[in-house]
T-cell receptor
């Protein structure tokens, strides 16, 4: 069990640029979740996948956000035309059943 | 030491003391609850969970208590150690009958353990 892996760990971008993050879940975990965490707050649910199917999206996930899990393994989260309000930690989690296992996140800073 | 997670976001205890971190959850229909520990720069780490058909569950040095009447959850840490210093979050699952649904996290409590 190598844990949930996220890349990059940190990303600094200018407002208006597009960014993409990657998440590699724990092997064989069929469910994968994306959460966003701002400073001083708990994580907020964004979306989740069961295998390759995206089953639910939060209203926090505006049309500038898109997530994919094409082969039911790794997932990507893309943010288009980034805004300063997008600055946050983006967390990925996976599970086969039971508690979610989180990665260490990607810290996004939009300048 | 004792803290109400949503109103007193910090808790300081001496090494070796017991810690109690409290959490008020929002949805009376929630049937699954989890405590996570988050160290600086890291993702949340699972500590212990409990289903709504239980009032108490024990792990290694940790105990979770659930009071459904007042929608209250607490995490007790025995013999607190410096390595326990972190932010602690309670989370509730809104999708009844499953542990796989969305989790709603509380605000978190910063626990600081001093020697």
């Amino acid at each position: 069990d190598t844990g949930v892996s996220q890349d990059p760990r940190h990303k600094i971008t200018k407002r208006g640029q597009n960014v993409t993050f990657r998440c590699d879940p724990i092997s064989e975990h069929n469910r994968l979740y994306w959460y966003r965490q701002t400073l001083g707050q708990g994580p907020e649910f964004l979306t989740y996948f069961q295998n390759e199917a995206q089953l639910e999206k939060s209203r926090l996930l505006s049309d500038r956000f898109s997530a994919e899990r094409p082969k039911g393994s790794f997932s990507t989260l893309e943010i288009q035309r980034t805004e300063q309000g997008d600055s946050a930690m983006y967390l990925c989690a996976s599970t086969l059943g039971g508690p979610l296992h989180f990665g260490n996140g990607t810290r996004l800073t939009v300048t | 030491g004792e803290s109400v997670g949503l109103h007193l976001p910090t808790l300081s205890v001496q090494e070796g003391d017991n810690s109690i971190i409290n959490c008020a959850y929002s949805n009376s229909a929630s049937d699954y609850f989890i405590w996570y520990k988050q160290e600086s720069g890291k993702g949340p780490q699972f500590i212990i969970d409990i289903r709504s058909n239980m009032d108490k569950r024990q792990g290694q040095r940790v105990t979770v208590l659930l009071n459904k009447t007042v929608k209250h959850l607490s995490l007790q840490i025995a013999a607190t150690q410096p390595g326990d210093s972190a932010v602690y979050f309670c989370a509730e699952n809104w999708d009844r009958g499953s542990t796989l649904g969305r989790l709603y996290f509380g605000r978190g409590t910063q626990l600081t353990v001093w020697p």
